[in-house]
């Protein structure tokens, strides 16, 4: 199984490379002249595109081929307040030059919604403002060239005391949504409400590949291991492909606790036995996974995980390291 390892938006070491500058709402609100403020979010937006692209130049240098773009690319873009205000058009350039370079070096490119995305709510404003968050982030991808692999990632959502019938809605809403809204979009299991084996189900109801997140499955979980679930959460991803999508690697998200206290928050690194052990138990059945690191350090996080895959390697474990940010895993 040829394993791909990722991470998230930033880098902790590349300097003045933040894709996420931004200015709040208030202090918009505080400049005489609106038209003026308009531009200066757009020119945000452009640095933080730029900023995006010096990213993907280092997950280039470091062989990365997985990397989640942040959602903030654009300040203020969903804002009711600005619902007048199309930063799209004068944006478009930028963002062609960034999925042009993703396009070119094979990375594959995501977002995680933030979870003020949600469908499972019972209130219609919060779903309406959900979808067009959901619309911006494709329309964000469309403008970058990118076709279907490039997708969106969110969770089922709360369960407002009746964990079955917000099922019942995700389904019902995602049903709805545009259909270059739901070829796009994955499920992810959380580490509170939806377990692995229930965003499963959601997910075989609605079509959707699924995101299994081993460190959410750790701490919310109905006793069911995550190998064996994994046949079911792999036929999703061929589900996707049967329909006519273009194909892709099932994708996992690894992190570790922050501590026996804090299980649920993330460490700065990911401990690589637990990671191990799984891409062992499905690498008999996989021939490709993509896994997407999520500790604190980002990169960094990245870098000390592929030195301790070659220490295991050396270990005789059964797995080899292929460059700076890939590994081959024996069942």
């Known amino acids: 199984m040829i394993v791909r390892f990722g991470f998230v938006a930033m880098s902790v070491q590349l300097e ?8 709040t709402m208030a202090n918009f609100a505080k400049l005489a002249d609106r038209e003026a403020g308009l531009r200066r979010l757009e020119r945000l937006a452009e640095e933080n595109l730029r900023n995006t692209l010096r990213l993907l130049k280092h997950c280039k240098y470091m062989d990365v081929k997985v990397y989640r773009l942040t959602s903030k690319l654009i300040p203020l873009a969903t804002h009711e307040d600005l619902a007048d205000w199309d930063p799209y058009a004068a944006l478009a350039p930028a963002f062609a030059e960034t999925g042009a370079f993703a396009r070119e070096a094979g990375i594959r490119l995501s977002f995680h919604p ?4 949600v469908l499972s709510t019972p209130r219609e404003d919060v779903r ?6 959901l619309r911006h982030h494709v329309r ?13 990632n969110i969770h089922v959502g709360g369960s407002y005391g009746d964990k079955k019938a917000a099922a019942g809605r995700f389904l019902r809403n995602f049903a709805a949504l545009d259909e270059a809204i739901r070829r796009r979009l994955t499920l992810e299991n959380d580490d509170k409400t939806f377990t692995a084996s229930e965003t499963l189900a959601v997910c075989e109801e609605a079509g959707a590949p699924m995101v299994l997140d081993i460190h959410h499955h750790a701490v919310n979980n109905e006793g069911d291991k995550a190998e064996e679930l994994w046949p079911r959460i792999r036929a999703t991803w061929e589900r996707r492909e049967r329909s006519g999508l273009p194909p892709l690697p099932p994708k996992i998200h690894a992190s570790s606790p922050k501590s026996a206290s804090d299980p649920r928050g993330h460490a700065d690194y990911v401990e690589p ?5 799984f891409l062992k138990s499905v690498a008999g059945e996989t021939p490709a996974l ?3 690191i999520e500790a604190k350090r980002k990169d960094e996080s990245l870098l000390r995980l592929m030195d301790d895959l070659r220490a295991a390697q050396a270990a005789g474990e059964p797995v080899r390291v292929l ?8 069942a």
């Open 273 to 277: 036995g637990p990671l191990l052990a």
């Open 140 to 152: 964000m991808l469309e403008l970058m060239g990118l076709d279907e692999r490039a997708m969106c």
């Open 114 to 117: 933030d979870h003020f995305t």
């Open 16 to 23: 003045n490379a933040s894709p996420s500058r931004t200015m």
């Open 290 to 292: 993509d896994v997407m």
């Open 128 to 133: 309406a403002k959900s979808v067009k968050d």
């Open 323 to 330: 460059d700076g940010a890939s590994a081959e895993v024996l």
